[in-house]
């Protein structure tokens, strides 16, 4: 299938399925968190996933082609951003999976009011890491929105997650672990408890600058530290885990 792109876009593949999405470097790019956040989450059969902040579909779609084999899914992305909103739904034409993904065009703090209460299985999100006390905004106003904290803010997402997961739903986010103590009180306030955690590090030297959570609605009082994630080898080259999370093969 063909599809027009606009001008600053382009096509990228997703090295799954024969998957491809629509980017603007102009606007704002995914990146490896997001692609890691999708492969760090699991579904399962018949579960309904909400992304909040889609942005240009990146994990709904990842996630839809991570889990192709299993039966009655359905992916929904909320993104507040008409051009992101528009970039997503032609990759959701382009890879011919209207009946398995939604856009929504929405406001995450409305996303319960535009959902309603208890209505999926799983929630998602990769928000904007960095609140007003955080490094400098980006002058680029869509660059600014996906990285900082302007639309919304942490206890938002959080507020709203909690809110439209069912009965020990399942919550995953990645963040930085520079704001883990805040994430985790704000996760507990909503009553969302921490199951499951795996710290990124750039190199097995460095201190990690991701962190992926994984939460249930209402779940016990018991997390797992996973072993770290390494991304990059001594010499620079992608360590074999993220080449074999990214499926791709080796030079």
Do not use: W
Request: include cysteine.
């Amino acid at each position: 299938m063909t599809i027009k792109l606009n001008q600053g876009e382009r096509l990228d593949d997703l090295q799954r399925n024969g998957y491809r999405i629509i980017q603007n470097t102009d606007i704002f790019c995914f990146g490896m968190d997001a692609v890691l956040l999708s492969a760090f989450a699991t579904v399962r059969q018949d579960d309904k996933v909400l992304d909040l902040g889609c942005g240009n579909g990146i994990i709904p779609i990842l996630m839809k082609a991570r889990n192709d084999q299993i039966t009655g899914l359905h992916f929904t992305g909320l993104e507040i951003q008409d051009i992101n909103v528009d970039m997503a739904r032609r990759s959701v034409e382009l890879n011919r999976i209207e009946a398995d993904v939604d856009i929504v065009h929405g406001d995450i703090k409305e996303a319960s009011r535009l959902f309603g209460g208890a209505s999926f299985d799983v929630v998602t999100t990769n928000p904007p890491y960095m609140n007003e006390n955080h490094g400098l905004k980006n002058p680029e106003s869509h660059k600014a929105i996906a990285r900082h904290e302007i639309l919304c803010t942490l206890e938002d997402v959080i507020r709203e997650a909690a809110k439209v997961l069912k009965p020990s739903g399942r919550f995953y986010m990645v963040h930085r672990p520079f704001r883990l103590a805040e994430i985790i009180y704000t996760l507990k306030q909503h009553k969302l408890e921490p199951k499951r955690m795996r710290l990124v590090h750039p190199y097995v030297d460095k201190e990690p600058n991701m962190v992926l959570i994984d939460v249930v609605k209402g779940g016990k009082q018991r997390i797992t530290v996973e072993p770290p994630l390494i991304v990059y080898n001594k010499d620079g080259s992608y360590t074999d885990e993220i080449y074999q999370i990214y499926g791709e093969m080796k030079n």
